[in-house]
């Protein structure tokens, strides 16, 4: 869906981003990480030509970005910020409909279209879609924000840091906002975030920069089991990368039939093998059962297989 072939962009004699090689296919959300300064702006700006190359090129859906008509690349790719920038003096509904009202589209399916955006952003129309940006939290901007990138249907999104100024528990909600969105619409979604937990849990790849070059690109699990060298393991915090596998890792991956006296806790199959680990630590033993969503037991798991963590 896009493919940077060798790129490059210079201020002066600093390369922000050199010879970056990444080819990202439909449907993947990729996070781009790695220290301040290290190119990510300028990485996920080169897509939809907010920052020029000097070298080499991107291609999207095959075609090189600099023959499409730049208005044209831009609508096909949504684009959400931190600072949101919702327009101050339109209304939630109006701000959703920028991208649909500029291409032309009927009234009528403007209103349906953002109905359906605030739905599925848990935002009531009824109670949201007449009031202004000033009107609504930081949250509550920040999904418009994204309503409004999705708005005409893009085939990409690009997110810049979009939850970055958020308090903790509002930025878990957007998360799994995300997430969902992402499972529902299937989008490419290309997603620069400087918080490491961020990009385990949602990416289905990590592309980790540092001074403008690749350092290791895999999936959250690959990077925490095998870090390419010591740049990268001290940024995923090397002290942590065994709890952090388990936090990736499901319970019902470990799953044992029930065999022996049965385990007296329960967890959901649902919970991870960081939280077996916790609850069995809480409760001073060393195996679980574990239920399915009806509340039905499907099987234990022991701390032995969590920690000998050879499934994979
Ligand atoms: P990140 O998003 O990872 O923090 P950026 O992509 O914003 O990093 O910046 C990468 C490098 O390019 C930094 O050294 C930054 O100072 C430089 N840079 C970015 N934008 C500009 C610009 N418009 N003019 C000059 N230097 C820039
Ligand atoms: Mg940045």
Known sequence: MIKFECASKFYGDVAAISQLDLDIQ????????????????????MVNRMVELDHGRILFKNQDITRFNLQDLRRRMGYAIQSVGLFPHRTVAHNIATVPRLL?????????????????????????????????????????????????????????????????????????????????????????????????LLAS??????????????????????PANDFVADFLGRADLGLKQL??????????????????????????????????AEHHVSSLRVADANGNIIGQVGAPDLLANNHV
């Not at 439909?26 to 700006?45: D, F, N, Q, R």
């Open 104 to 200: 032309g589209w009927e009234a009528d399916r403007v209103r349906a279209r953002v109905t359906e955006l605030m739905n599925m952003l848990s935002m009531d129309p009824d109670h949201y879609a007449g009031r202004y940006p000033h009107q609504l939290s930081g949250g509550q901007q920040q999904r418009v924000g994204v309503a409004r990138a999705l708005a005409a249907d893009p085939d990409v999104l690009l997110m810049d840091e979009p939850f970055g100024a958020l308090d903790p528990v509002t930025r878990a909600a957007l998360q799994r906002a995300l997430k969902a969105i992402h499972r529902a619409t299937g989008k490419t979604i290309l997603f620069v975030t400087h918080d490491l937990d961020e990009a385990l």
């Open 247 to 280: 936090s990736l890792q499901p319970v019902a991956h470990y799953l044992k039939p029930l065999a022996g006296p049965a385990p007296a806790y329960v967890i959901p199959s649902t919970a991870t093998a960081r939280e077996a680990i916790s609850c069995m």
């Open 205 to 226: 790849r990590i592309v980790l920069l540092n001074n403008g070059r690749l350092v290791q690109v895999g999936t959250p699990l690959e990077l925490l089991q095998q």
């Open 26 to 45: 439909p449907g993947e959300l990729v996070a781009l990480i790695g220290p301040s300064g290290s190119g990510k702006s300028t990485a996920l700006k």
